[in-house]
């Protein structure tokens, strides 16, 4: 695995002339050697990196981030945060066609600025690459501007001013990155609702085995890796589209198998409990009841 430390290096992995400043640099990515001598690599930063990328491999070239490949044939927005595994694999050697923009960011760039402590509280951060942004030209063309605004303002001579116009370029960047994100959740209908019945049918067939049992509770992290998404990715499209978390619909579906058994069974209160994976009874009617604002024998009480 090959860490690039400083942007310096990547400027020199790339073949690229030295950076006009040691902790930020904005490439042209037509200008990146991509040419790979080996058969497999894989890196990671210690940087920032956002790429506005449309890039064309081969079909003997596949690109993976994390564990998850991805076919950049189209234009996308990506987020790379610092020590994020990336790694390249390929059949034979081959070059690739590619346009459009790299932010590379070393944290120390950020040091004691209002993005320091707020630039990790974008969930796209910790997105896989298949769940990368898909930009409307409309789009494109915003991000494409502020790409070229932060490369003049650093261009230029630096002055006092500088940093903070920097700074302000980029997070106008992420909050457009933000806008653009709960468009997608929203225009991307059919693949999003069909994520939503792929969850359904997860929750229903994990509450209806002996897992329950066995396991507990389904955890956040059971139902992205079997959806094959990122966590934070579900829970930003969960929001938008239902206004609700990963792991209130989790507790949804407890309820509503709770409900079942307080209503069509004589089982105990400790009894369905534990069928319902909790170690606890009391730790089911406190969940029970802050959803429903019945304790379990109360509502049994009133359905019967």
């Known amino acids: 695995m090959k860490r690039v430390k400083s942007i310096s290096e990547f400027h020199q992995l790339r073949k690229l002339p030295a950076p006009e400043h040691p902790l930020l640099s904005v490439v042209e990515i037509n200008m990146v050697r991509q040419a790979v001598e080996t058969a497999s690599m894989t890196w990671c930063y210690e940087f920032y990196a956002i790429g506005l990328k449309r890039v064309s491999f081969s079909d003997h070239i596949n690109f993976k981030y994390g564990q998850q490949p991805y076919d950049f044939n189209e234009g996308i927005l990506s987020f790379v945060a610092p020590n994020q595994l990336l790694s390249l694999s390929i059949d034979t050697k081959q070059e690739t066609t590619q346009s459009g923009w790299l932010l590379l960011i070393h944290p120390d760039f950020l040091w004691n600025t209002s993005l320091a402590k707020s630039i990790r509280k974008y969930d796209f951060w910790d997105y896989s690459v298949h769940e990368s942004l898909f930009l409307?030209?409309?789009?494109?063309?915003?991000?494409?501007?502020?790409?070229?605004?932060?490369?003049?303002?650093?261009?230029?001579?630096?002055?006092?001013?500088?940093?903070?116009?920097?700074?302000?370029?980029?997070?106008?960047?992420?909050?457009?990155?933000?806008?653009?994100?709960?468009?997608?959740?929203?225009?991307?209908?059919?693949?999003?609702?069909?994520?939503?019945?792929?969850?359904?049918?997860?929750?229903?067939?994990?509450?209806?085995?002996?897992?329950?049992?066995?396991?507990?509770?389904?955890?956040?992290?059971?139902?992205?890796?079997?959806?094959?998404?990122?966590?934070?990715?579900l829970r930003g499209l969960l929001k938008v589209l239902t206004g609700q978390n990963t792991q209130q619909l989790i507790h949804d579906k407890l309820i509503e198998k709770a409900k079942q058994k307080l209503s069509v069974t004589d089982f105990s209160i400790s009894e369905i409990a534990y069928a319902l994976g909790f170690e606890h009874p009391q730790s089911f009617t406190k969940l029970f009841k802050r959803k429903t604002s019945l304790s379990p024998l109360a509502y049994r009480q009133s359905i019967n």
């Open 136 to 233: 409307s030209a409309k789009e494109e063309a915003i991000l494409i501007h502020i790409f070229q605004n932060i490369q003049q303002e650093y261009q230029a001579n630096i002055d006092r001013f500088s940093k903070q116009i920097i700074i302000s370029q980029v997070e106008s960047l992420l909050s457009y990155a933000d806008r653009f994100y709960h468009r997608q959740f929203i225009t991307r209908e059919k693949a999003n609702h069909q994520l939503l019945e792929k969850l359904e049918t997860i929750l229903e067939d994990y509450f209806s085995s002996d897992e329950l049992v066995t396991k507990g509770l389904p955890t956040v992290q059971y139902v992205s890796e079997t959806l094959n998404v990122s966590p934070n990715y």
